[in-house]
């Protein structure tokens, strides 16, 4: 079936009469972007606002509690070794002075 280009060219009345709408809709339409529009923004300052608040009272409570992370200054030096603390560390002499201690010799000389 082969397509007549009078046909395509011919002005359907239909036609004319959605070209001639406005641009903007029509008046039902405008009033619903408006309100769209005016809860978008007011529920964006709310965010906002709610945001602020809360930013404000975690710098409040921060401001008025005491540190408890900070270690307690009791006059003793901190401990150099947590591991030695731990016990995960071999015997280690009573006398630091004294350094390491010598291996027992056995009869048998070492072997390069």
Do not use: H
């Amino acid at each position: 079936m082969p397509i007549d280009p009078r046909e395509l060219f011919k002005t359907d009345p239909k036609a004319e009469e959605a070209i001639s709408a406005p641009l903007g809709g029509t008046k039902a339409e405008r009033i619903q972007r408006l309100q769209v529009g005016g809860f978008g923004l007011a529920a964006m300052v709310l965010m906002v606002a709610l945001a602020d608040i809360v930013i404000s009272r975690a710098r409040e409570t921060e401001a008025a509690s005491v540190p408890e992370a900070a270690p307690e200054s009791t006059g003793e030096a901190a401990p150099r070794d947590p591991l030695a603390n731990a016990g995960v560390l071999p015997d280690v002499p009573a006398d630091p002075a004294a350094g390491p201690a010598a291996p027992q010799e056995s009869g048998d000389a070492p072997q390069p």
